[in-house]
Every structure is written in C-alpha cells, then in structure tokens.
C-alpha cells in the first residue's frame, strides 16, 4: 500500500483486557457498529485529537449489545461506516 509506516497487530483477545490495557490508554477507542447511525467513522477521525487509535472491527455476526455497552462505558466512540455491513 506504499506506508512507511506498518501498523502494530496485537494477538487476539478478549474485549474487557483490551478496554483495560494501559498501553492504550491515551488512545482513541473507535467501534465499528452497525446500529450506531447518528456518527461516521470520518467525523470520529476528524473529532480525535489523539495520535493513536484502537479500532474494534466486529466478527461475523457483529458485536452483541453488551459489548456495545461496555465500549461505551469505558468511554469508546460507536461510530457507524454506513448503511451496508460487510
């Protein structure tokens, strides 16, 4: 894709240990959620005045409504991509 700089992929793990992970804590947390349809993905990016971000992509079947509520507990933006779901 011609970045100079390769994004860092973290092993897979669970919601809450990722929620409570110091090593993010002055980034800013975005969910990609489908029944979020007030706020895109582009007006959260543009809003951020933070220079890192942990974006939560749901797995197939989407993420469940408590998971939702715990990101927005913990302070993440649920942030929409549009009317279609990948």
């Known amino acids: 894709?011609?970045?100079s700089h390769i994004p860092q992929i973290y092993p897979v793990t669970g919601l809450a240990s990722v929620l409570a992970n110091q090593e993010f804590?002055?980034?800013s947390k975005i969910m990609l959620y489908e029944g979020q349809a007030s706020r895109?993905?582009?007006q959260a990016l543009?809003?951020?005045t933070k220079q890192s971000y942990v974006l939560f992509i749901g797995p197939e079947g989407g993420f469940?409504?408590?998971e939702v509520a715990l990101c927005q507990e913990?302070?993440?933006?649920i942030v929409?991509?549009?009317p279609r779901i990948m």
């Open 46 to 48: 543009m809003q951020s």
């Open 1 to 3: 894709c011609g970045r």
């Open 64 to 66: 469940s409504s408590t």
């Open 40 to 42: 895109g993905l582009k």
């Open 80 to 82: 929409t991509m549009g």
């Open 25 to 27: 804590a002055g980034a």
């Open 74 to 77: 913990r302070g993440t933006s």
